[in-house]
């Protein structure tokens, strides 16, 4: 009786399979040893591969720590292994909250924003994405177009409906609008200029819609 020949290795998914391991593998170590602390060769220790398979794929380890956003973000999970974490910045596929009230749906989205700037497995490799984008070019074009742009488009879509249910102003630029949300956040949590708290956050909504509102004609109230 001959003896079937036995299945050829799935190149494909061993390929993956190494490409997960690094991308995760670069996520928790950014966030258990700092980005100062963290090179190819323990990456490649913890993947499991060699530190020629890394360098094939990822020029630096900015690189890396960029694409093991880009998992992360995409739902494919970092860290843990479970498939199940959000990206950073609060936003998923299906959008944000949407309830009819705008100030209500703005808080919860901001404070759980806060809360994943607060998650050490998050936040320090996140402080290290933002250090290396700054410093590289090519590096923040790619961040801007996978994954800021992304997630600036489903903060857009929420205000764009507000704005035709009438809650916002007509002629508001809603990018200006993104960046006066999130961005007095985002700058306090990177500077370390204040305290973090979800009672900040209530109060940036608080203030930013408070300008953002349309403008009751005189007598209108009468």
């Known amino acids: 009786m001959t003896t079937p020949p036995s299945k050829a290795p799935n190149a494909a998914r061993r390929s993956e399979a190494s490409r997960r391991a690094i991308l995760t593998a670069a996520f928790d170590l950014a966030g258990e040893l700092g980005y100062g602390k963290l090179n190819i060769e323990a990456i490649a220790t913890r993947a499991g591969v060699g530190k020629q398979t890394i360098y094939r794929w990822w020029p630096s380890k900015g690189a890396v720590l960029f694409d093991a956003f880009r998992m992360l973000s995409e739902g494919h999970g970092a860290g843990d292994g479970t498939g199940d974490d959000a990206g950073p910045g609060e936003a998923t ?25 607060q998650d050490p ?35 857009r879509r929420r205000l764009e409906a507000a704005q035709q249910a009438g809650q916002l102003a007509p002629g508001i630029d809603l990018d200006l609008a993104i960046d006066a949300i999130w961005g007095p956040l ?35 109230a009468d």
């Open 186 to 220: 985002l700058n306090r949590w990177l500077l370390r200029t204040g305290p973090l708290t979800p009672e900040y956050t209530d109060a940036l909504i608080d203030n930013a819609l408070h300008g953002l509102r349309p403008t009751v004609p005189r007598g209108a």
């Open 93 to 117: 596929a299906a959008g944000l909250p949407d309830t009819g009230d705008l100030a209500a749906d703005l808080k919860a989205v901001l404070r759980e924003t806060l809360a994943e700037l």
């Open 121 to 155: 497995r998050i936040a320090e490799p996140m402080r290290a994405l933002t250090i290396e984008v700054a410093g590289d070019p090519e590096l923040a074009a790619r961040y801007a177009e996978h994954l800021d742009e992304p997630v600036r488009a489903l903060k």
